[in-house]
């Protein structure tokens, strides 16, 4: 399967995407701006907490194709961060720690980070910085190429939380999502981290799984899916991890293609919308992250920069990263947002209310 | 009336019924909220048992509704058709077993 970007497709334009989330209802009407709903409940402008997390975005390549990436990454894509824009990172992070606002947490997502060349580079400097690193790992890069092969004792040996997608115990409904083959391969990486230390008690290192649904619905309940996955992958494959993070598929790039192509889209948004939670609007994960795209660029969030919404009322560009700045300015929103805030809400780090 | 008996929009309002008796409908609606509570079984289980008995009962607004709930409640699509089949062997089973008291029946009235 080719990227979004690859196949010249019209939603490769971010552009495109916000007017298809901002279009008329086909039977007239809009669905309430997303502002608006933020509004009724005092939350507008929506302001940051305080900057917790970094989430650096280190490139778009990956050795898959998931049909829901909102990325849009795979493996035709060549976008991937210089050594030196990682360096600016690191002298970001320098800078907020001097300024008496650390960042305790760096995220690194992708595409597949370890296909960014300066990946364990980047790694080692963090941690020389003694600061906590999560990897997005989609697992079946651990066996793509012997030379990463050893990325569970390379994450072991520096403390890495290692956070990685499984939309599902039964083969079937993986593969859908991510490409045919990937479960199994999913199941091996897992048991190499398993056997690395990863997700066994006492060990201290970090193993969590990331579900999101395989198409047009939203995820149950966390407590519940989490105790699912545990005694199935632990009954058929002698699996353990942590933590399980439900995470819902916001209305973006090849996801918003699958629910446009399937005519899904108007049903999805509509769940989204009434499915709105106040309490977990109050914990958006853009109010204690910063993402920083592949070139460098600032955003509120992962899904803020794959639609070039950058950051609004603050320096752009992480060479000139002012943490005072970020914590005063507002945060740029969309009607993609109400995809953060239905149910018991979505970020990274799974439900927020 | 319209001109067919189901309509997927109908599914939605529900929760309408409380129009014409509004205690009754209050009650019910506490009642079934509470049976779908996480108990001593799962809500994915509860979700399976309500989708085979809406194929028992062949309710179209259950199957729609309970289709949905699984997957959301993270049930395989393996798991949903075999609860399907529980209530397809439960429904023969329960047609051929009778097949007893007809063969008492025809014991009884031949020679
Ligand atoms: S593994 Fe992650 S980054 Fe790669 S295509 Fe799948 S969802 Fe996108
Ligand atoms: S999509 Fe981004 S900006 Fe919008 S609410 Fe979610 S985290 Fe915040």
Redesign the interface.
């Given at each position: 399967m080719k990227s979004l970007k690859r196949q010249e497709h019209k939603f490769s334009d971010s552009f495109i995407q916000l007017e298809v989330l901002q279009a008329a209802r086909p039977g007239g009407g809009k669905f309430e701006r997303f502002e608006d709903k933020l509004d009724t409940i005092g939350l507008f402008p929506l302001r940051p907490t305080q900057l917790e997390i970094f989430q650096v975005n280190v490139g778009k390549m990956c050795n898959q194709t998931c049909k829901h990436c909102h990325v849009d990454a795979g493996p035709d894509r060549k976008e991937i961060m210089t050594r030196e824009t990682m360096q600016q990172c690191l002298e970001a992070l320098d800078k907020a720690d001097v300024a008496g606002f650390p960042v305790k947490t760096i995220d690194l997502t992708g595409g597949a980070p370890e296909m960014n060349p300066h990946f364990r580079w980047f790694v080692q400097e963090l941690h020389k910085r003694g600061k906590h690193v999560i990897v997005r790992c989609n697992l079946t890069i651990i066996l793509a190429n012997p030379k990463y092969h050893d990325l569970p004792q390379f994450f072991k040996a520096h403390g890495v939380e290692v956070v990685s997608s499984l939309p599902h115990f039964s083969a079937r409904r993986t593969d859908a999502q991510r490409g045919d083959g990937v479960f199994e391969k999913s199941i091996k990486a897992l048991q190499m981290l398993n056997a690395a230390g990863y997700g066994q008690e006492g060990s201290g290192l970090q193993l969590h799984l990331v579900y999101n649904p395989a198409g047009a619905f939203l995820p149950g309940a966390q407590v519940s899916l989490e105790k699912e996955f545990k005694q199935q992958l632990k009954r058929q494959f002698n699996i353990d991890f942590n933590s399980l993070f439900v995470i819902t598929n916001l209305p973006i790039s090849r996801f918003l293609d699958y629910l446009v192509q399937s005519g899904n889209y108007e049903g999805y948004m509509e769940k989204l919308v009434n499915s709105f939670n106040p309490a977990a609007a109050a914990n958006v994960m853009c109010r204690n992250t910063i993402s920083v795209g592949w070139d460098g660029q600032l955003y509120d969030c992962d899904f803020n920069q794959m639609l070039d919404l950058t950051v609004v009322g603050a320096p752009r560009h992480i060479k000139d990263f002012d943490v005072a700045q970020l914590n005063q300015r507002d945060i740029v929103l969309n009607q993609h947002c109400y995809g953060c805030t239905a149910g018991a809400g979505s970020s990274c780090g799974g439900q927020t209310a | 009336m319209e001109n067919t008996y189901y309509n997927p929009a109908d599914l939605a309002k529900f929760g309408n019924i409380a129009e014409f008796s509004p205690d009754l409908a209050k009650k019910f609606f506490d009642y079934y909220g509470d049976v779908f509570k996480?108990g001593e079984l799962?809500?994915?289980e509860k979700s399976l048992i309500a989708l085979a008995v809406a194929h028992a009962i062949q309710c179209p607004y259950c199957i729609d509704a309970y289709t949905?709930d699984g997957?959301?409640?993270?049930a395989?699509?393996?798991q949903m058709m075999e609860a399907i089949h529980v209530a397809a062997a439960i429904r023969g089973g329960a047609s051929l077993v009778h097949g007893v008291q007809m063969m008492n029946k025809v014991k009884e009235i031949t020679m």
């Open positions: - | 996480e799962s809500v994915r949905t997957l959301e409640k993270g395989s699509e393996g």
